[in-house]
């Protein structure tokens, strides 16, 4: 009998590959019994010696047949239980056949293949190649009892052997084709696997881009912001009610920003052609805190692909903010550069640096987050620094590179 072997935990890929063979071989054994039907009622001196016995065979097999389709249709048995059971229900009633159909000179000998080339598609050769074995068998004995009793003239050795042969040679061929198929479907399975982990990663990514670079450092911004007013309040409190209205705003839009996010739409943190506007406002803010800032842009209102715009706003934001929590400079400079078809810019401080080998090639997100900002579009991003001397960004981007953006986002 044809070994049992089945995947302890198939996918759900592999268990829908495994429910289509199976109900094709369902369907093809349903027409193999109508055909074997119709064949014996055209020509009925096939069953002239058992009469009986054919009747009862091809019906039982038709009536099989035709369950196993519905059972398969229906989903009403387990398929890991199916292959093994079936195929051997398959040797013992086309051997009943043979015998109650002119024994070795039977039409339907061919009936054996289609054990054989099921067995394949279930467990490749490791199953084709014995259930050919056993088909063989009971052909021989067949045809060795039909000589001994002398109940008919059985077929001749040679044409004995060249049947022995054709199951085996169908079973090599049905056998090997099934386990490359098998293989290259494990290999695509893998290749699948592989796409959806660095598919979840890649969006893991995304995400912790998106929380670090829109709402963090909205939150961060305000957390400065507070801390500032707090100190300038002890002093004046004139500036203070535009000063908490900013603030207000800002908590507005960081609100927006999480519904958005939770909804699973893009966040929008500036609105078109807006650029300029929200980073003298965070200038302006670096100017409250005694830090002198210098600040030119070429043209003075640059017109921006509004993707670009955004990715510009994050690098720039997260460049100020990190200056001001962590530089303590007291001059900022920012020089921003529309040309041709480029946009070149700088952002450097007088702080206090750091050292570039652990800064830039250490696990900082928000580093690593401008960085890829500014070369995912073909951009070129560049971190000066070092320990007593301030630090300088340096980033150029491609103005025609918004519709990469848009697939990439």
């Known amino acids: 009998m044809a070994p049992n072997i089945t995947k302890s935990h198939p996918t759900q890929l592999e268990d829908e590959w495994f429910r289509k063979r199976e109900r094709t071989a369902a369907w093809l ?109 009971i052909y021989i004995a067949i045809r060795l009892s039909l000589a001994a009793e002398s109940i008919s003239q059985p077929i001749g050795i040679d044409t004995l052997v ?83 209205h900013q603030l207000e705003d800002m908590a507005r839009n960081t609100m927006s920003e999480i519904r958005h996010f939770l909804a699973g739409k893009e966040a929008v943190p500036l609105a078109p052609g807006s650029l300029m506007e929200r980073l003298k406002d965070e200038l302006r803010f670096l100017q409250g805190l005694g830090i002198q800032v210098l600040f ?28 001001t929590r962590h530089a303590h400079p007291t001059r900022v400079a920012i020089a921003l550069c529309q040309k041709n078809s480029r946009i070149d810019g700088s952002i450097e401080d007088n702080g206090v640096g750091a050292d570039i080998s652990r800064t830039v090639n250490g696990d900082r997100v928000g580093m690593a987050s401008m960085r890829e900002r500014i070369e995912k579009p073909g951009g070129r991003f560049e971190v000066r620094s070092s320990p007593g001397h301030g630090f300088k960004i340096v980033f150029s981007v491609p103005l025609n590179s918004s519709n990469r953006l848009a697939v990439n986002q």
């Open 29 to 137: 054994r349903l027409a193999f019994a109508i055909i074997a039907v119709v064949v014996i009622q055209l020509n009925p001196s096939r069953v002239a010696r058992y009469p009986t016995l054919s009747t009862v065979v091809l019906v039982s097999f038709l009536i099989h047949s035709a369950g196993l389709v519905w059972l398969l249709w229906s989903n009403k048995f387990r398929l890991t239980s199916l292959g093994a059971i079936t195929t051997a229900l398959d040797i013992i009633w086309i051997g009943f056949i043979v015998i109650s159909t002119g024994g070795t000179r039977t039409p339907f000998f061919f009936y054996y293949s289609f054990p054989v080339i099921t067995a394949s598609l279930r467990w490749g050769l490791r199953g084709s190649l014995p259930v050919a074995g056993i088909g063989v068998a």
């Open 162 to 244: 060249v049947r022995s042969l054709y199951l085996f040679v169908l079973a090599g061929i049905f056998g090997y084709i099934s386990e490359f198929e098998q293989k290259q479907n494990r290999k695509l399975l893998a290749f699948s696997r592989t796409a959806g982990q660095l598919a979840a990663l890649q969006e893991r990514h995304r995400i912790t881009y998106e929380l670090h670079d829109g709402l963090l450092q909205s939150l961060a911004t305000m957390i400065l912001r507070i801390e500032s007013y707090r100190a300038r309040s002890r002093g004046t409190e004139t500036d203070l009610p535009g000063e908490l």
């Open 296 to 323: 030119e842009s070429d043209p003075e209102d640059l017109d921006l692909p509004v993707e670009l715009e955004r990715e510009l706003y994050y690098v720039l934001r997260e460049a100020l903010t990190n200056i």
